[in-house]
């Protein structure tokens, strides 16, 4: 089989499409033939190795995956059925999804939901079921349409434009922030009403500034997250899962005690099977299939590597699948 094999080598991680036997699989219940894979924010630096993503090499990354049941120890899932996976610390602490077959437990796996394809469950991947969980947090949280705008920082990635296209498929004003103007049509294609600048939202601000918004997703943390607190309504609820700007937040308790305003924080790695399940049928519900014509930048396991940078550039739109098989 091929697959993506990262090695560390004098503190340095080298990445390169190998050829491997099925016996290098790690431990697991359930081998899957793997024919979709993604490349997240996670992914690109764990292959670029400007992150500490990888703990133990050598390490085939890829958190998310989609593919066919090739044998099973598990009663729960049978041989040609359709699955996917995403999160458990999958191409982290276990080998991944960049490679033609995966081995896994499976604890990990969700069946393929009825109506959804493996290539459609890729475009949407982790970084969807991310943005379908933000959005779960705010409906939660009691925020409506009627309540007004939601904005959403780091629009033009994998979270971001998904969260755009599910909140205004719901019927919510989406107001988008982005740093690059030239994703603009993009945003606007997906449902975005108001497209605004990152450098508005980068620079210290002030506890509390105009109460602007309903709710927030926000995926950058950092001085733009504390900007989108101090914005927030009344009663408002930001949902925050992502630090690809910082891990930092500097703000005040006056947001959430004088304005009643909810943090809540979102983790899609973790995340319990029913209600990764529930999501994903929420995702097929609401999900116009407009999305997935719109979305995605397609390539193969060979080009991974060139596109892993270009992401970490600010270079890539959207959700970035890879067609393994």
Known sequence: MQALVLEQQEGSTLAAVKTLTGDALPDGNVTVDVQWSGINYKDALAITGKGKIIRQFPMVPGI????????????????????????WGVGEHHWGG????????????????????????????????????????????????????????????????????LLHALGYEVAAVSGRAATHDFLQQLGATHLLSREDFSAPGRALEKQRWAGAVDTVGGHILANVLAQTQYNGVVAACGLAGSAELPTSVMPFILRNVRLQGVDSVMVPTARRVEAWKQILKILPNSFYENVSNEVTL????????????????????????
């Open 64 to 87: 998310d995956f989609a593919g066919q049941v090739h044998s099973s120890e598990d009663p729960r899932f049978h041989v040609g059925q359709q699955v996917l996976l995403t999160g």
């Open 302 to 325: 060979s080009d991974v590597i060139l596109t892993a940078q270009q992401l970490l550039n600010n270079q890539v739109q959207g959700r970035t699948l890879v067609k393994i098989r």
């Open 98 to 165: 960049l490679a033609e077959q995966a081995r896994v437990k499976g604890d990990w796996l969700v069946p393929m939901p009825e109506g959804l394809t493996g290539r459609n469950a890729m475009i949407v991947g982790t970084a969807g079921l991310t943005a379908m969980l933000c959005v779960m947090a705010l409906q939660e949280g009691g925020v409506t349409p009627e309540q007004g705008p939601v904005v959403v920082t780091g629009a033009s990635g994998g979270v971001g434009s998904t969260a755009v296209a």
